[in-house]
């Protein structure tokens, strides 16, 4: 006669998973809150992700570049959330004074990050996500492009774009030299 309940073969992944997420959950999350700009809804990304993860992690955890394949899962994730939000919320061009911005305090530079973040947030999602993982992330081009599912020529632009709107908008020399 066969018990009933869990197999226990199928617990055997889950430290292994958990020790992934303690490791490279901080980095996961840095990435979604740039991409959505507040911490709530980049713990929803990284969540919605993980939890897509999880139960195909035997899968996922033999692939070539785990921490690749799980940024995509983030930065898909976090395309399909601004879309229903999109759907359900219009922005607004007007900024009240209680809202908060990117950085610590009001130590020095403080003011920069505050007007670099707003310009940001101003950008396009699919410019504002290319310039993340360009300039935040490090990401080559075509890393970008495997993540996003773009062409490499599109990311470029897209990168190209969002630099000029943020030099715009800054009214100085913001990004690398490698456009």
């Known amino acids: 006669m066969k018990e009933s309940g869990p197999d226990p073969a199928a617990f055997t ?17 840095r990435l979604a809150y740039v991409l959505t700009g507040n911490a709530a809804d980049a713990e929803d990304v990284v969540q919605d ?41 219009s922005p607004s061009a007007y900024i009240t004074s209680d809202e908060t911005v990117a950085g610590p305090g009001d130590g020095p530079g403080h003011d920069e990050r505050a007007r670099l973040w707003s310009a940001c947030q101003a950008l396009p999602e699919a410019q504002r996500t290319a310039v993340v ?11 970008i492009a495997a993540l996003t599912g773009v062409r490499e020529g599109s990311v470029r632009s897209r990168v190209s774009r969002g630099i ?3 030099r715009t908008e ?8 490698d456009e």
């Open 13 to 29: 992944d889950a430290p292994e998973f958990d020790a992934w997420v303690a490791v490279r959950g901080p980095a996961l999350l």
């Open 49 to 89: 992700a993980l939890s897509r993860a999880l139960p195909r992690w035997d899968r996922i955890s033999r692939v070539e570049n785990l921490d690749a394949y799980v940024r995509r899962m983030v930065v898909n994730a976090h395309t399909s959330w601004w879309r229903k939000f999109r759907r359900r919320e």
């Open 170 to 177: 800054l009214g100085k020399d913001v990004g690398g030299d």
């Open 164 to 166: 000029a709107v943020l």
């Open 133 to 143: 993982l360009r300039f935040y992330e490090q990401l080559e081009y075509d890393e």
